[in-house]
């Protein structure tokens, strides 16, 4: 059973920065791709930045320049350093995972991020 475990979100002033992590319970090489994707209230979950097995990365345009995803192999561990946060970029945060042994994905329990303006 793959699980996902989130951390970092919380209160920040627009214009400041947050880093989420998302600890895999197996390796990072297990999954064809991981993400982060976002809820904002009362709006659909969207897709913020992903990167694959082989280390693409894929950013929605709303967060490029503002939005890095990167991955630490050995604590299979997927990070998203956020910003330049501004008020739109308040939702709960998920982390995403597609297993590659099912073509199966996997979410995290969410992350509230809130920014003041």
């Known amino acids: 059973q793959v699980q996902l475990v989130e951390s970092g979100g919380g209160l920040v002033q627009a214009g400041g920065s947050l880093r989420l992590s998302c600890a895999a319970s197996?390796?990072?090489?297990?999954?064809?791709?991981m993400g982060w994707y976002r809820q904002p209230p009362g709006e659909q979950r969207e897709l913020v930045a992903q990167?694959?097995?082989?280390?693409?990365?894929d950013y929605a345009d709303s967060v490029k320049g503002r939005f890095t995803i990167s991955r630490d192999i050995d604590k299979n561990t997927v990070y998203l350093q956020m910003n330049s946060l501004i008020p739109e970029d308040t939702a709960v945060y998920y982390c995403?995972?597609?297993?590659?042994?099912?073509?199966?994905?996997?979410w995290g329990q969410g992350t509230q991020v809130t920014v003041s303006s």
């Open positions: 995403n995972a597609n297993l590659r042994t099912l073509n199966t994905d996997y």
């Open positions: 197996g390796s990072i090489f297990s999954f064809n791709h």
């Open positions: 990167i694959t097995f082989g280390g693409t990365r």
